[in-house]
């Protein structure tokens, strides 16, 4: 049944609540991400969790609460494999707390290496579910909106959770994104408590009108319109206070030629759209200045809205 | 500056709040709805309504308190003409109460009207905000998701009402909607006063997610997602109580082969959408078995969702 003896996976990093899309939107970055190598073990432990990479002090060294270790464990049991003693090392080049999906990139590379292991029984789609019990545990809550795209690559909308139904839509149009990760941490668990818990029926309209209308112009490259969905009732009016620098960062971008700006995930990344690859750069600045002057150094992703998900490094056969 | 002795305009009727689109969608609707006949008055009398059709009886007499006459009271206001004498002719065709927009088609049909008759100073989206002023009179809110699609025809989406901000969709796809109107009233304000005022973040983010599908949907013709985004948390759970025979009417119609069902406007009018003509046929029979079981009589229409929307039927010069 097991095909490989060790698979080396990369998953990318990814933006989560897309303004207006709050819960519900996310998609992939290109370049940065963790990379998981998982391996048929020689003893008996079927616990071992190796942790490597810039990141590897900052996240739980203990497999039952890793993200990518329970995640691997989740579809274990799944397949009802649990008994099967599986090394992973975790290359943790993500940072934690920053709103660029670090947990579920994980998770999303373990199970994806899981799958090559065992002869690709699943497909992509059909590892979401496992990916976020390693939200859960890293975050408390299991959302799809990081796993998902850093998974399938691109633009991933999610409809329902119960059933999960995960649409993943290829925009044709010419879309980049910038992100800017200041270096302080926001924990998901405080982004979340700042929220406000109940809504009049006219922010449920305003919002529902918003993450149509993005949907509208992400599919008829009506980047106007783009810029103009991009408005979050929801989250933005209350983590904005969390994150110094972001206001004056998204006036910035906004000068500079960006369509929208918004807070990426729980923060304290933000990100910024533009239409344009050329204007990346002075996007870059614009908004790292924004956090500059509210003294905070920061580091850059540059993508496009179509970066590709998960995928196989190395594989090594027995 | 007047270009028209008399117009005569024919505007149609609407399905507003498509499900999940509650308060932010609607579409026109093929062959059946309001005329306005408007022709410059010979005496100096400037408050002049003339009702005839079937629901003549059935609407407001008082120019100021009928949503044709306040609509175009608002825009001679707009454009500084109240004093021009104007004799309002309304030819009453749809029903009061139904569902169908029959407050905004007259309104839309009257503002269209008085743009010819001016000689055009106005696009026909700048008509809207005129309209929904006769809306306002009608329904105590000046909402938009009828007179929209009345006076521009097709589907759109309102994404925002502060700015207005109006979007047109014409979708690619083969989708077709039967209307079944019961022999019932429902009055707007008792489909308004049944409604929660508070919602969770959960619905926020559900019903948002369900609106992006919907479009996504819609864009894509994947017949599939639009079905399953056809979900509304806001009004179709309170206003189902409204209208006896819908949720039989709403499984017959998706057992015949529709895409989806849902109430149209406040009600009681519900229609179903689905991907072939030929069926609308067999769905019409399915709903209107529902109602005929709830001891209800009932009129239909079949209309596809790219439906033309106000236009001219006939001017006279001076």
Redesign the interface.
């Known amino acids: 049944m097991v095909a490989y003896k060790s698979v080396t996976v990369f998953a990318p990093a990814s933006v989560a609540n897309l303004s207006?899309?709050?819960?519900?939107?996310g998609f992939a970055l290109e370049g940065t991400g963790d990379r998981v190598v998982l391996s048929l073990s020689e003893g008996e432990e079927n616990d071992i969790l190796e942790l490597t990479g810039t990141y590897a002090g900052h996240v739980p060294a203990e497999r039952k609460r890793n993200s990518a270790g329970v995640a691997v464990d989740a579809m274990l049991a799944a397949i009802g494999k649990l008994n099967m003693s599986i090394h992973i090392k975790l290359e943790k080049n993500l940072p934690v707390g920053s709103g660029l999906g670090s947990s579920a990139s994980g998770a999303a590379a373990a199970v994806y290496a899981l799958n090559v292991m065992m002869g690709s029984p699943f497909e992509i789609k059909e590892l979401i579910p496992f990916a976020m019990e390693g939200e859960r545990a890293a975050c408390g809550t299991a959302h799809a909106d990081n796993v998902a795209p850093s998974l399938l690559g691109g633009f991933v909308?999610?409809?329902?959770y119960d059933p999960l139904?995960i649409?993943s839509?290829t925009t044709p149009c010419e879309l980049y994104c910038v992100v800017i990760h200041p270096h302080i941490e926001v924990k998901t668990s405080d982004a979340r408590r700042v929220?406000?818990?109940?809504?009049?029926?006219q922010?449920?309209?305003?919002?529902?009108?918003?993450?149509?209308?993005?949907?509208?112009g992400i599919?008829?490259c009506n980047y106007d319109?783009i810029g103009?969905?991009m408005n979050d009732l929801?989250a933005e009016p209350r983590r904005t206070m969390l994150i110094p620098g972001f206001l004056a960062a998204k006036n910035y971008a906004i000068e500079a030629g960006a369509i929208g700006c918004g807070i990426s995930g729980s923060g304290p990344s933000v990100f910024a759209l533009c239409n344009n690859r050329e204007i990346t750069t002075k996007i870059t600045s614009a908004m790292q200045k924004g956090f500059s002057e509210a003294g905070l150094t920061s580091d850059i992703i540059i993508s496009s809205l179509n970066a590709p998900g998960a995928r196989l490094i190395n594989k090594e056969i027995f």
Do not use: H
Request: charged share 20%.
């Open positions: 207006c899309g709050f819960d519900i939107m909308l999610i409809r329902s139904d649409i839509i929220l406000k818990k109940e809504f009049p029926l922010v449920v309209t305003r919002q529902s009108a918003n993450t149509a209308s993005l949907m509208t599919l008829t319109l103009r969905s929801l």
